[in-house]
């Protein structure tokens, strides 16, 4: 079945970029009928779309996070990631990536803490 | 932004009960709501999606219903393993938008 993981550094220093990859394995990547996607949930709180990607690297970003996003796909590791630039402590939360139909999200990877803080 | 409204934010509830959640979109979005149960230090998981499907593996006692704004999750008879927080989501327009979420406890 497919799954997704989220690796990169659990902690960022403010002003600095935050870098996060998602592995999928038991699918591919390049699958014409799914976008793939980044979702953030900071501590105890509600969550926030943060963007999508296609296989073909067409984009669709959150406008309150657009200009400090870039996405990109690499299809030859099956991977897809993010950067999220000029961090502040209000970007601590944990990042999920998903895998998106039709703007429904499923399945999640298991979410990874980022902590900006100096 | 499409602002997504649920309610209550929490709701104690008994083993057996029947449960209901209600989601309210501040415009139309059609049958463009999706439900998801999140437990303590998981990530979130899809329950219900296009308002009323249910997502394959989520047992049967899960519904919902709706259209237009007002949305609602029923549980028909609680089981133990699900006491957790909801979400609800709207895909009907990006940017993509969730509830604030409904935490249901153990009375």
């Known amino acids: 079945q497919l799954q997704l993981q989220e690796s990169g550094p659990g902690l960022v220093k403010p002003s600095e970029t935050l870098s996060l990859t998602c592995t999928v394995s038991?699918?591919?990547?390049?699958?014409?009928?799914?976008?793939w996607g980044w979702i953030r949930q900071p501590p105890g709180k509600g969550l926030e779309w943060i963007g999508s990607i296609y296989y073909s690297g067409s984009t669709n970003y959150n406008p309150s996070l657009k200009s400090r996003v870039t996405t990109s796909v690499d299809t030859s590791k099956n991977q897809f990631s993010l950067k999220l630039s000029s961090v502040t402590a209000a970007d601590t939360a944990i990042y999920y990536c998903?895998?998106?139909?039709?703007?429904?999200?499923?399945?999640w990877g298991q979410g990874t803490l980022v902590t900006v803080s100096s | 932004d499409i602002q997504m409204t649920q309610s209550p934010s929490s709701l104690s509830a008994s083993v057996g009960d029947r449960v209901t959640i209600t989601c309210r979109a501040s415009?139309?979005?059609?049958?463009?709501l999706n439900w998801y149960q999140q437990k303590p230090g998981k990530a979130p998981k899809l329950l219900i999606y296009?308002?009323?499907s249910l997502q394959s593996g989520v047992p049967s006692r899960f519904s919902g219903s709706g259209s237009g704004t007002d949305f609602t999750l029923t549980i028909s008879s609680l089981q133990p393993e699900d006491f957790a927080t909801y979400f609800c989501?709207?895909?009907?327009?990006?940017?993509?938008?969730f509830g604030q979420g409904t935490k249901l406890e153990i009375k």
């Open positions: 989501q709207q895909s009907y327009s990006t940017p993509f938008t």
């Open positions: 038991g699918g591919s990547i390049s699958s014409s009928s799914y976008y």
């Open positions: 296009a308002a009323s």
């Open positions: 998903v895998r998106s139909t039709g703007g429904r999200f499923d399945p």
């Open positions: 415009q139309t979005i059609s049958n463009y």
